[in-house]
């Protein structure tokens, strides 16, 4: 059975790449990951403010010699500078033979896209953009905030030689068209869609904005593989699918609507890295009862193009489903 998968250039020996967070923030974390079956990782996200702040302290420290100003940045970066970053890709590019996805937090192309070279030096075998651009500014229109799509990939293609994956929202008025352009730019290699959005939440006894705690689960995959199958067949770059992929069953579902490879994590934070390895032979389970020996035997197979029912993937309101007396 070969599960390999190529992406961003990179030969992974199976589909599931875990995903930008906590689990990854460590080399012995990643070192375990590897041991569980993980073909890559996508390491904890820096924030394009983490770097700037870092660059301007370092470039303006006598111009803001003032004890709150130097509290300040030493709060924001305490324990997770940049050259921690570098030192984990560092040190896990010695010791750890599945590709390290470096990963930043960007809204802008600013000053900080120069430090993508040092994460390329410094080893990582590609970089993950996480561009997620909520589009809540009333002066903004639809193609202003996607210029900032383009914009920042291509300072940051201009900065390394690394493959580029850019990690999207679901936020846009012209999705399909924004990702088909984004496509032929030729600054990136793939798209992970999408992220996970940290949700705003209201407690109605104190009355109080919080911050919704709900873990994720196997719902949450419905956006992105709706979108995977709308895409796939007519993007030409990898489609990473990301978001609600909670075990072998929505792996499989995620390959046949047309991702390249998958993106896991709260699965993981729930059931540990162990699971990696289940969910792999359940995969290989599956492949042999459907007698297929590899992944691109049924990858796309059920894409909108190649789906007998092409409009599925395109119906968004619930007309039919409720038209049916059994659903009611
Ligand atoms: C605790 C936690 C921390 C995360 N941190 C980051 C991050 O730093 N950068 C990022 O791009 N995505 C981050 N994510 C999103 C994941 O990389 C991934 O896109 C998403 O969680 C996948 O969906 P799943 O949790 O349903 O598997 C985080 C997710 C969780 C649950």
């Not at 961003?8 to 012995?28: A, E, R, Y």
């Not at 896990?92 to 070279?117: G, L, M, R, T, Y």
């Not at 996480?130 to 193609?143: A, E, G």
């Not at 679901?170 to 949700?199: C, E």
Request: hydrophobic residues 40%; proline residues 2%.
């Amino acid at each position: 059975m070969d599960i390999s998968v190529k992406y961003l250039g990179l030969d992974l020996k199976n589909p599931i790449i875990i995903g930008s967070s906590g689990l990854t923030n460590s080399v012995n974390r990643i070192k375990e990951l590897e041991k569980n079956g993980a073909a890559a990782v996508v390491l904890k996200s820096l924030f394009e403010e983490q770097i700037s702040m870092e660059q301007n302290h370092i470039a303006n420290q006598d111009q803001h010699n003032y004890p709150e100003f130097q509290d300040y940045v030493k709060f924001y970066t305490e324990g997770k500078n940049l050259n921690n970053y570098l030192d984990i890709i560092k040190d896990s590019k010695k010791s750890i033979d599945i590709p390290i996805i470096a990963s930043i937090n960007c809204v802008s192309s600013n000053e900080w896209v120069s430090f993508a070279k040092n994460i390329e030096t410094a080893g990582a075998d590609a970089i993950e953009l996480n561009i997620s651009l909520l589009p809540s500014n009333f002066d903004l229109d639809s193609s202003e905030n996607e210029k900032i799509y383009f914009k920042i990939i291509e300072k940051v293609k201009q900065n390394v030689n690394i493959p580029i994956a850019l990690k999207m929202s679901y936020y846009s008025a012209g999705l399909a068209n924004l990702i088909q352009k984004l496509s032929w730019t030729q600054n990136i290699d793939s798209f992970v869609l999408f992220n996970r959005f940290y949700n705003p939440d209201i407690d109605i006894d104190k009355k109080e904005v919080i911050s919704s705690s709900k873990p994720g689960n196997s719902d949450d995959i419905y956006t992105s593989l709706r979108w995977v199958a709308l895409l796939s067949d007519t993007i030409e770059l990898p489609l990473v699918a990301s978001t609600g992929i909670h075990d072998s069953k929505d792996v499989i579902k995620q390959i046949l609507a047309g991702a390249q490879a998958v993106q896991i994590v709260s699965s993981i934070y729930k059931k540990g890295g162990s699971y990696i390895s289940i969910i792999l032979e359940e995969i290989e389970n599956w492949m042999k009862k459907n007698n297929y020996s590899k992944l691109s035997d049924f990858r796309g197979l059920l894409n909108q193009k190649k789906s007998e029912n092409h409009s599925v993937y395109e119906r968004i309101q619930f007309m039919k489903y409720f038209s049916d007396k059994n659903n009611i």
